[in-house]
């Protein structure tokens, strides 16, 4: 077994300057974990661009390889849980936070992080998903669990160009909902009807809203990936009896908020976690990516593959708000 392998090192070079490349590092550099796998991909997802970037609410200790998302086959496991050779996904829990994480050729976990891949995705296809396919399956269902349904009306999905955001597009376009997408990316409307949404709308018009205690309902439900004022915007005009999954934070973490649209309306606010998730909530999840709920060709519009070496450009691609869809991080390349 080679003992060494490449890995993004992400070092404080001076304070506050974090530098981001591809160094060689050494199967003893690992943690002691029992699974030890050989990543086949990765993919970038924000909080990698966080971590990336010195944000150290994610990684408290520097240096550092980020990734939340890995997928590969198994080469040891001490625990017998998994036998050699199996191909293992493994997203959130502590990979890429403070354990170093997916964007390397090595990682070592304990086993009740992984799940077998599941039959339906192949290793590439699980990592288009990845973190934001999974959490996009979770804001779904905490939708329909609350009881969305198509002739419901509309539902509204802002940062839809992101990867949660154009996942969850394209499979509530597949379960048959008109889809509002809202971006500050207009020039990618043309890949969001791609999708299946209904109409496109630049998250400006959500901005009037701000000085009202509520808006005019316009949305059944939705899925908001961006927190901040725009959460609060989206749950002023929402219709009765609707919700909003909320699974995101890139226009701030706290919102200002007023009760008239919970005790008026009825709306239901839902939280979405995919990081501590339960493992047999996360495969049952995975089942429908896989299975009932796979976008297939639309899936694969959303990707770009892109090399080990690569990925501290699109880390900052990412940093920057300027990210489109879903990165792939191939080991191969």
Same mark, same amino acid.
């Given at each position: ?7 993004? @090192? ?5 304070? %506050? ?12 550099? *690992? ?5 030890? *796998? ?15 970037? +010195? ?40 990979? %890429? ?123 059944? @439900? ?5 927190? +901040? ?22 226009? +701030? ?12 309306? %009825? ?67």
């Amino acid at each position: 077994m080679d003992k060494t392998f490449r890995a993004i @090192w992400v070092e404080e070079v001076a304070p %506050g300057k974090y530098d981001q490349r591809v160094v060689r590092r050494r199967l003893d550099d *690992l943690p002691d974990h029992p699974l030890l *796998l050989a990543v086949s991909h990765s993919s970038l997802n924000y909080k990698d661009a966080l971590s990336a970037f +010195g944000n150290r609410a994610i990684t408290r200790e520097y240096p550092h390889t980020p990734g939340i998302d890995a997928v590969g086959e198994v080469l040891e496991d001490r625990s017998d849980t998994y036998a050699p050779g199996e191909r293992l996904l493994v997203t959130g829990y502590d990979l %890429g936070m403070n354990t170093p994480g997916g964007l390397a050729e090595r990682i070592a976990i304990p086993p009740d992080w992984a799940l077998p891949l599941p039959e339906g995705l192949t290793a590439r296809e699980s990592m288009i998903l990845g973190t934001a396919g999974l959490t996009a399956g979770l804001c779904v269902d905490k939708l329909l669990e609350a009881g969305a349904r198509p002739e419901d009306g509309e539902v509204l999905v802002t940062g839809a160009t992101g990867g949660v955001g154009s996942i969850a597009v394209a499979l509530l376009a597949k379960l048959g909902f008109r889809v509002a997408a809202v971006t500050g990316k207009l020039e990618s409307s043309g890949f969001l009807t791609g999708l299946g949404a209904w109409k496109v709308l630049d998250r400006e018009s959500l901005a009037p809203f701000a000085s009202k205690a509520m808006a005019k309902p316009l949305w059944a @439900w939705a899925v908001d990936t961006a927190g +901040g004022e725009t959460l609060f915007n989206v749950i002023k005009s929402l219709a009765y009896g609707g919700g909003v999954a909320a699974c995101g934070m890139a226009s +701030g973490a706290q919102f200002q908020a007023n009760v008239f649209p919970f005790i008026l309306r %009825g709306i239901s606010l839902l939280g979405v976690d995919s990081v501590e998730l339960p493992l047999e909530k996360k495969a049952a999840t995975w089942e429908k990516l896989a299975g009932d709920w796979n976008i297939g060709e639309k899936l694969q519009s959303i990707a770009e593959d892109i090399s080990l070496e690569q990925a501290p450009e699109f880390l900052a691609r990412l940093h920057r708000g300027h990210g489109i869809g879903r990165y792939v991080v191939d080991m191969a390349l």
